[in-house]
């Protein structure tokens, strides 16, 4: 399987700086991302740490195992760098005062041929794209999540709640988290979204889905759902990782970075 990745990230219009962190790292397949919070610049800075530690840490593992390290040692390995890299940002809020309180969620993507192996930390998200059809494979930490769960709200009353930013799991606000990790098959044409809830509390799933099955090439695709979630109030940084799966002898890799800058 070839993939084909892009990423894009954008402050909106409502925020000065931009908390959020996006990365790839395209020879091992590696796609992260995380949106932070804290005062002042705490929340740019535990996002930032999430994601370079992340990538040098199990980038340098994936270089090591090669592609093809089985689910159970990818999983772990994953679960290691993020516990390390969850420690880092704790102990940094703690010997910082300027730092106190700083913490980030998480999605982080390996893709290996024709498996993905998914893990998520809070209330950003991974979306799928097969045949058309859009399907949120992660579920949020939320107290959103927990009150539809329990059958306390709807659907649509969630989504005019107040409480939309209210997580129940976090990367770096204690001295350990559990990351919750999923094996997705992956087939030709699968077309892959990790995002902040800048873009998933700007555009429903009908938006999101209309612009990943348009027609244009995959860092237009990026550009168009910035250029969205800016046009119904951008109130949140809006942060966007796409992975094309595609088969055949296409190079594979080809990144594009649109930073919105």
């Not at 059809?133 to 709640?161: C, F, N, R, W, Y």
Request: proline letters at 2%; hydrophobic letters at 40%; a negative charge.
């Amino acid at each position: 399987m070839n993939y084909e990745f892009c990423i894009r990230t954008d402050p909106g219009l409502a925020r000065e700086n931009n908390e959020d962190s996006v990365t790839v790292d395209e020879a091992t397949r590696l796609g992260i991302l995380a949106d932070g919070m804290g005062g002042y610049n705490a929340g740019e800075v535990a996002s930032g740490m999430a994601t370079t530690f992340i990538k040098s840490e199990l980038g340098r593992w994936l270089a090591q195992a090669g592609r093809h390290a089985n689910a159970r040692e990818v999983r772990r390995a994953m679960e290691i760098c993020v516990d390390n890299a969850n420690r880092s940002i704790f102990n940094a809020a703690n010997s910082n005062p300027q730092y106190s309180g700083m913490g980030t969620t998480l999605v982080v993507g390996v893709f290996q041929d024709g498996r993905l192996m998914l893990g998520h930390i809070g209330d950003s998200r991974c979306y799928r794209l097969r045949n058309n059809v859009l399907e949120q494979i992660t579920k949020d930490h939320s107290l959103l999540q927990e009150q539809m769960d329990a059958g306390l709200i709807t659907p649509e009353q969630a989504a005019t709640s107040t409480n939309k930013n209210l997580v129940t799991r976090a990367l770096g606000v204690e001295d350990a988290v559990l990351l919750e990790v999923n094996e997705h098959r992956v087939e030709q044409g699968d077309l892959y979204l990790m995002c902040s809830d800048g873009l998933s509390d700007m555009l429903d799933d009908g938006a999101i889905a209309n612009i990943l099955a348009s027609d244009v090439p995959l860092e237009q695709k990026s550009v168009q759902l910035v250029d969205a979630a800016n046009a119904n109030g951008g109130r949140d940084n809006i942060s966007v990782f796409l992975a094309q799966a595609n088969s055949g002898s296409k190079k594979r890799g080809l990144i594009s970075r649109w930073l919105g800058q």
